[in-house]
């Protein structure tokens, strides 16, 4: 089991920053492999960005890749979403979300949300123009 929650967000000017937190309990978070989705008024959820177990490997949607970084504290069962140079399209409620990889399929992440078994309640981004 895996209980998330975050925190982070709120408004911002456009070209300006937030970093997103994801605390999660258990005492295996090290074996998850963690993601950011948002999702807008009216449209799917989105992926964002994904992190394996270890912070070894990443992936970005073409969308944020060169503004936003993911990471993780494994130490401090948490990940973190750092958004800079932000724009209104950007403007969402955006959730973490974790998986736990076998132990035997190496270190790896996931960009499907049907893929994701975990899910945290989201913190609201608003990025005004």
């Known amino acids: 089991q895996l209980q998330l929650v975050e925190s982070g967000g709120g408004l911002v000017q456009a070209g300006g920053s937030l970093r997103l937190s994801c605390a999660a309990s258990?005492?295996?978070?090290?074996?998850?492999?963690m993601a950011w989705f948002r999702q807008a008024p009216g449209k799917e959820r989105e992926f964002v960005a994904a992190i394996s177990p270890s912070g070894g490997s990443t992936s970005y949607a073409d969308s944020v890749k060169g503004r936003f970084t993911i990471s993780r504290d494994n130490a401090k069962n948490t990940v973190y979403l750092q958004m800079n140079s932000l724009k209104p399209e950007d403007s969402a409620v955006y959730c973490c979300?974790?998986?736990?990889?076998?132990?035997?399929?190496?270190?790896?992440?996931?960009?499907?949300?049907?893929?994701?078994?975990?899910w945290g309640q989201g913190t609201q981004v608003t990025v005004s123009s």
């Open positions: 258990g005492r295996t978070f090290s074996r998850y492999a």
């Open positions: 979300a974790g998986r736990r990889v076998g132990e035997y399929s190496g270190d790896i992440y996931y960009l499907g949300r049907y893929e994701y078994d975990y």
